[in-house]
């Protein structure tokens, strides 16, 4: 990684994450989601976006997390269909934070025997805030590699 990119940020429960922008076609308010009979567990349901039909995955099962504590104005982060091999797919968040330009200086890459089975997935540590920053801003963001998760989900 060279320069700067931008990344999209967002919550699941009380933690923060962040996934390339250039992997996001665009960001929708919550709808309804029709679940599907005996899908993986990753899989939430569809929904019906302007006349698409896009498979919603469960960040919270594929990562691993406790899906206990979700807050009410969620969000679906749309992917463009090439970054998911040709299918449309969207992941359920707890709400879109910002986009925000992320520096080489800000990335600690992960040790995956520290992180477990499931930093196969992160990308790295990005540490943000400064002196400058608003309270409660600072603070460390796990940056998914989402090109990873969606071609293991793809392929299976």
Not at 25 to 34: A, D, G, H, L, P
């Amino acid at each position: 990684m060279a320069g700067t990119v931008d990344v999209v940020e967002f919550t699941l429960g009380s933690e923060r994450y962040a996934l390339d922008i250039s992997l996001v076609r665009e960001i929708v308010e919550m709808m309804q989601i029709t679940p599907i009979p005996r899908a993986p567990p990753h899989i939430t349901g569809v929904i019906n976006l302007r006349g698409e039909i896009t498979n919603i995955m469960n960040l919270y099962t594929l990562l691993g997390l406790s899906a206990e504590a979700r807050e009410r104005a969620r969000k679906i982060i749309v992917f463009m269909p090439e970054a998911a091999g040709g299918n449309n797919v969207g992941i359920l968040v707890d709400n879109v934070t910002s986009v925000t330009p992320v520096s080489e200086e800000q990335v600690e890459k992960v040790d995956g025997g520290i992180a477990g089975d499931k930093s196969q997935y992160i990308k790295g540590i990005i540490k943000v805030g400064d002196e400058t920053s608003p309270a409660g801003q600072k603070g460390l963001v796990l940056w998914l590699d989402l090109r990873k998760v969606l071609a293991d989900v793809t392929n299976t």
